[in-house]
């Protein structure tokens, strides 16, 4: 049985890293951008891995640009940024596609095993999944994610327990990440 301990990944520095480094820990995978309107996410994201950390939290933080080139910048660049405005301390990796042909494996991964439920209801969801919809048309059925800051929470066993979209309430996200660090 496949789990993220199985894939490799680069940090932002362009070394391979096994998430089997990992193993044991509750992780919050997420794909991020630094101009898009969730990018604020980081702020709670910061705030649950500095109450979290200790008890075998992390946060593995994966810049995407393929949604409305939101994170133009250079891996450098975008780990100044969120360091300087955010304060973030969790790992960062390198800059990836998250759709298409090229396509992370572990986000192709990641979303088969959670696949897209919707952004939830409400005008503003319907707006973006409108947006995103025209936005992904050029990944085919190889669009797995559909925005910037959607979140997997995965188990200390390296399974995917649950998705998270970036219209999710962060405050269930962190309930969720509470929850399982108690198991």
């Known amino acids: 049985m496949t789990t993220v301990y199985d894939f490799t990944v680069r940090d932002r520095k362009g070394n391979n890293v096994s998430l089997a480094d990992y193993h044991g820990k509750v ?53 100044e940024f969120c360091t300087v405005k955010f304060g973030t301390e969790f790992p960062q990796f390198a800059k990836i596609d998250v759709n298409g042909e090229n396509a992370d494996p572990l986000f192709a991964y990641l979303a088969t095993e959670k696949p897209f439920a919707g952004f939830g209801r409400g005008l503003k969801n319907a707006a973006l999944n409108k947006f995103s919809e025209m936005n992904n048309k050029a990944f085919g059925d190889k669009a797995y994610i559909k925005w910037n800051f959607t979140k997997f929470l995965i188990d200390r066993e390296g399974n995917v327990v649950a998705r998270f979209e970036p219209t999710a309430d962060m405050d269930d996200v962190k309930a969720a990440v509470a929850a399982e660090l108690k198991k």
């Open 27 to 79: 992780l919050l995978i997420v794909n991020t951008a630094t101009g898009c309107g969730f990018t604020p996410h980081y702020d709670p994201l910061e705030a649950m891995y500095k109450e979290f950390r200790a008890e075998g939290f992390e946060i593995l933080d994966f810049p995407c640009n393929q949604f409305a080139n939101q994170a133009p910048g250079t891996e450098d660049e975008i780990h």
